[in-house]
């Protein structure tokens, strides 16, 4: 299955959405302040690039896009060629998915449209005012920081990193950010999303009572597999097929379910865990495209007041989907669902404290309304900085799959401090590829 299917939002809605919405911000007015961090004083156009150009660097390019009537896309990149290309033109060409004003509004020509391992920095450093970083997650650390050096308001897709080091870089990044007044804004689209953000207060304001404990699931089905072609060398395969390889994408549990283990630091207020274990393998993935992750974890958190919350993933094919937050609390229990965005909280006896409806609609517009309040809060000279809050999320998803994959119990202070880095410092289609060794709990070695 691909990515695009499994998640729920199809490129159609955010666009159908994005119309209505970009016309409200115009009807509201946009203030364009005198001069706000990168942007250039009493501008009026934004000037965006990506670092990414495949399915989500183009989908949050037409969010961006829509979001802000004066955002135009200057720049693109990516390490191949033919995405930047295939992007380029699918993003300037009017359908479905792109409206003739989203289209008019990318102007990249060819001396803007960059490839290798470098284009990062050629995207950066080309002019733009903003920089969309939706490239794999074990690049987002390097793209980060020279992003906020160079002075950049960020768009950081989730996850920000796929190891401590690479977390720890990213809260530094996230402090430099604050100090130069720059956006920085990870893609937990779930928080941005109007029917689960009602959901939350309601769990915080106390509809369920103090809240014991949430069990938050991300199951779903495996995740394309590109089968090698002759002309692919070790390194290309392994980034070709990333979602299976861990140094690249962090393992499912870092790379997707981890919307869900925010979902679950968010009910509880953002506490962060003292601990976890957690219980994870392959059953059912072989093959060499399915390289070196887990199809299934269990996490068990637990916290300084002897709280305990529990997170469960699976990427298996014809199981039961579900992607849910369950809160238990003293006075009952809610149920959020991340796909339909219904939230039903009931007594324990059976009594509804809050109908919880939500909307569906709320899942389809999310990208969009992050990147809405990402362009507002820049133009207001307040720019929305939630990369802390992200990368503390991350970092508990990345601290669940170290349990899983040493079998130990792993506190956070060891977590964070984790001398393991996946990624290598030179990489070239040129070089070896890294190794890709499957995890044996008990066996593998925490570092
Ligand atoms: N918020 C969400 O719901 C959501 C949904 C989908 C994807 N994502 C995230 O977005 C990111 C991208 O996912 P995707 O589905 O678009 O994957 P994708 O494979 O479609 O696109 C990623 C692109 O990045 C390019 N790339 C890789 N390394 C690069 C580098 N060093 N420099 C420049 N470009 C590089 C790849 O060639 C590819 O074109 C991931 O972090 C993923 O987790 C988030």
Redesign the pocket.
């Known amino acids: 299955m691909h ?2 299917h499994l ?1 729920p ?1 199809s490129r159609r809605d955010f666009v159908k959405s994005a119309g209505a919405l970009t016309a409200a911000a115009a009807i509201g007015g946009l203030v364009v302040p005198r001069a706000f961090g990168a942007h250039a004083a009493g501008a009026d156009t934004i000037k965006v690039g990506i ?10 390019a037409i969010n961006a896009i829509s979001a802000d009537p004066g955002c135009t896309l200057v720049s693109m ?4 060629k033919d ?2 290309e295939n ?1 380029h033109k699918y993003l300037s060409t009017p359908s479905d998915d792109v409206s003739a004003d989203v289209a008019k509004r990318i102007q990249v020509p060819a001396d803007r449209r960059f ?3 470098d ?2 920095k050629q995207v950066i450093d080309s002019d733009v005012d903003v920089v969309l970083l ?7 650390p ?2 980060l920081k020279y992003a906020i050096e160079k002075g950049k308001h960020v768009f950081a ?3 920000v990193a796929v190891d401590a080091p690479g977390i720890r870089s990213v809260l530094e990044s996230a402090r430099a950010a604050k100090a130069k007044n720059l956006a920085c804004l990870v ?3 779930w928080r941005y999303n109007n029917s689960m953000r009602e959901a939350f207060k309601r769990v915080h304001e106390g509809a369920v009572g103090d809240v014991t404990s949430v069990h938050t699931t991300y199951h779903g089905g495996t995740l394309t597999r590109n089968p090698r072609k002759s002309e692919w060398g070790d390194l290309e395969f392994q ?2 097929n ?2 299976h390889f861990t140094w ?2 962090g393992d499912h549990i870092v ?2 379910a ?2 869900s283990v925010d979902r679950l630091n968010w009910a509880i207020g953002d506490r962060l865990p003292v601990s976890a274990q957690c219980l994870g393998g392959r059953a059912a993935r072989s093959g060499p495209e399915h390289g070196n992750v887990y199809d299934h974890f269990s996490a068990i958190y637990d916290y300084a007041d002897g709280m305990r919350c529990f997170h469960s993933c699976r990427q298996i094919d014809s199981c039961p989907a579900d992607n849910k937050d369950y809160v238990f609390g003293t006075k009952g229990n809610a149920v959020i669902d991340g796909w339909s965005g219904q939230a039903p909280m009931k007594s324990r006896d059976g009594k509804v404290l809050w109908e919880g409806k939500g909307t569906s609609a709320d899942v389809g517009k999310m ?1 969009f309304d992050e990147h809405k309040e990402l362009f507002a809060s820049i133009r207001a000279g307040k720019p929305i900085n939630d990369a802390e809050r992200g990368a503390n999320s991350c970092m508990t998803a990345i601290m669940a799959r170290m349990a899983a994959y040493t079998g130990q119990t792993i506190t956070w202070e060891q977590a964070i401090n984790s001398k393991e880095s996946l990624v290598p410092t030179e ?1 070239g289609f040129d070089k070896p590829a890294p190794t890709a060794e499957i995890a044996i709990p008990g066996q593998t070695k925490f570092t």
């Open positions: 990515r695009d998640d939002v670092v990414g150009c495949g399915g989500r660097g183009s989908g949050a990149g990516d390490v191949f995405r930047v992007a490839y290798g391992f284009a990062y939706t490239s794999y997650p074990c690049f987002r390097t793209h897709e989730k996850p893609g937990f689209c980034m070709r990333w979602w690249i994408s790379e997707q981890v919307h990208y990489l």
